[in-house]
């Protein structure tokens, strides 16, 4: 079927994608046969089906006859899912991803693969094989990653929303770099089926999006248990709807918002902790380490400066913000890359040009088949994490560190659900803020810096990895987290995000979109706004 579009969007679109480069595959003049064709799993379209005609009439609107772009490490039937990797640089995916069924099935329609850092991995999507993606705010800097490419394109106004994926951060950190909103569900609140494993136990699809409103929209759309998924599920019934009038504390009419407990963990209290650490450790590789890493958490001062803006924003909205720590955080770091790089060296094992990816035109034997395969489909990047988990896994290393980065993520887990509670308890209250509750939310950083450029403007990709401080610990806790613009410092939009304890998405977009109607999102010079929402 053909999409129908608005006048003047096709050459707007043209115009942008050139400067931006977001796209691996883009089809808005028209859909391939096998586009938007069922996917051949009839339970999955069962589901889907389901999901659609319970959306809230209010949602569908935001999302039906609207197209949607889709990051390529996410199965689209007929489209590529190169993962941006000359692996898989000609694999045309067989069937469709859960969510994008759910979405499809709610009117919405696929007109692209959206670029990547390859197979994930990355803070900038520059480790893409195939493409270079620019920032829609300043064409020399990065849109971020490694959901770049769908971040940019709905900074443009190229799409309404795009699908992306969260590993430790990809969702969220594209999202403040380029002016969008950014939301990592929970662990387990939307299926994985259909996303190209890299570290199974950490990353999920997640949205971005050009309001709230819509963000609520799609989420509501894709969320739920499936039966091709066994780590997901439905929200428990005591967790936060996403409509209706049952919400007691339904901020959608900014006129009666319930007033929330944002507790606010600030880069001054991280970067203390992880220099007490150092201190500790002074003197050996691990010390300097720890201390390299506390100087990369600082931020700029135009990041600094929006951060307590959007502080200051929150509390004069009538929301109580508190202080907060997290201890165990500032090893969050080391143990989210040891987990990663083990669980990607695992995932990745499968692409061995036999099964899947390019072929060598020829080889001695399958292991040099292999070897070959690797060595021309893998980028630098993809090596070095494979590398790193391959040795993290070895016998004699995983008590030393994967088992030591796992008992680092319980704690993080039970540091996050000493001011957050669990969607069992919260409602028993808590000692841990003014009054004896919960906080409904925390209130973080989403990277130490505005989108940066590249060369030697850039950063290092250690102060890269480093900068993933701020966004990792919620995939280490398995938490929902919502990344916004908070202000625009320097011709660059700067985000803030919120995480909330497990299935709390909607209170998270209550509190976001309270705060867009008072302080509206900053677009893109020459953006042009197509979609209605």
């Not at 450029?453 to 280490?476: H, I, M, V, W």
Request: glycine residues 12%; hydrophobic residues 40%.
């Amino acid at each position: 079927m053909a999409l129908s579009l608005p006048g003047g969007f096709l050459p707007y679109a043209d115009e942008w994608e050139k400067k931006i480069g977001a796209f691996i595959e883009y089809r808005p003049r028209g859909l391939t046969p096998d586009a938007g064709a069922v996917s051949g799993n009839k339970a999955g379209d069962r589901a889907a089906e389901r999901a659609a005609a319970e959306l809230p009439p209010e949602a569908a609107s935001l999302v039906r006859d609207l197209p949607f772009a889709v990051k390529d490490n996410i199965a689209v039937k007929g489209f590529s899912l190169s993962c941006g990797s000359r692996l898989l640089e000609k694999f045309i995916s067989p069937y469709t991803a859960t969510a994008v069924q759910k979405l499809e099935a709610a009117g919405g329609t696929v007109v692209g693969k959206t670029n990547l850092d390859e197979f994930g991995m990355g803070s900038s999507t520059d480790s893409s094989a195939l493409q270079r993606t620019n920032n829609p705010w300043d064409q020399s800097r990065v849109a971020g990653g490694s959901s770049g490419g769908s971040a940019a394109a709905v900074a443009a106004g190229l799409v309404p929303y795009a699908l992306g994926s969260d590993t430790g951060g990809s969702v969220r950190c594209p999202a403040s770099f380029c002016g969008v909103v950014g939301l990592k569900p929970g662990y387990g609140a939307v299926s994985r089926y259909g996303l190209v494993a890299y570290a199974s136990s950490l990353e999920g699809i997640g949205i971005l999006a050009d309001t709230a409103a819509r963000c609520r929209a799609v989420f509501s759309a894709v969320r739920g248990g499936d039966p091709m998924d066994q780590t997901s599920r439905d929200a428990p019934p005591s967790s936060p709807p996403l409509y209706g009038a049952g919400n007691a504390e339904n901020t959608r009419n900014t006129e009666n918002a319930g007033k929330k407990v944002i507790g606010v963990l600030s880069a001054e209290t991280i970067a203390k902790a992880i220099a007490a650490a150092a201190a500790q450790e002074a003197g050996d590789a691990g010390g300097k380490a720890l201390e390299a890493a506390a100087q990369a958490a600082e931020l700029e001062p135009e990041t600094a400066g929006a951060f307590m803006a959007a502080r200051e924003r929150l509390a004069g909205l009538g929301h109580t913000l508190v202080d907060v720590d997290i201890p165990s955080l500032k090893y969050g770091v080391p143990a989210y890359y040891t987990i990663a790089t083990a669980e990607a060296s695992a995932n990745l094992a499968r692409f061995d040009g036999i099964r899947y990816g390019r072929r060598p035109g020829w080889a001695e034997n399958p292991d040099d088949l292999i070897d070959k395969a690797r060595e021309a489909g893998f980028g630098a990047e993809v090596k070095l994490r494979i590398l790193l988990g391959t040795f993290v896994l070895r016998a004699g290393f995983q008590d030393r560190y994967y088992l030591r980065a796992q008992r680092i993520r319980a704690g993080i887990r039970a540091n996050f659900e000493l001011y957050l509670g669990t969607p069992e308890n919260a409602k028993t209250g808590g000692a841990s803020a003014p009054g004896g509750r919960f906080c409904d939310a925390i209130l973080m950083p989403v990277f130490p810096t505005r989108a940066f450029g590249r060369g030697e403007t850039g950063l290092s990709p250690f102060a890269q990895k480093a900068a993933d401080l701020y966004t990792c610990c919620a995939n280490l806790a398995g938490l929902p987290a919502l990344a916004f613009p908070v202000g625009v410092e320097g011709g660059l939009p700067v985000g803030a995000q919120l995480l909330g304890r497990a299935f709390s998405e909607g209170t998270l977009l209550d509190i976001v979109e309270e705060y867009e109607a008072r302080y509206p999102f900053p677009r893109p010079a020459g953006y042009k706004a197509f979609w209605e929402g």
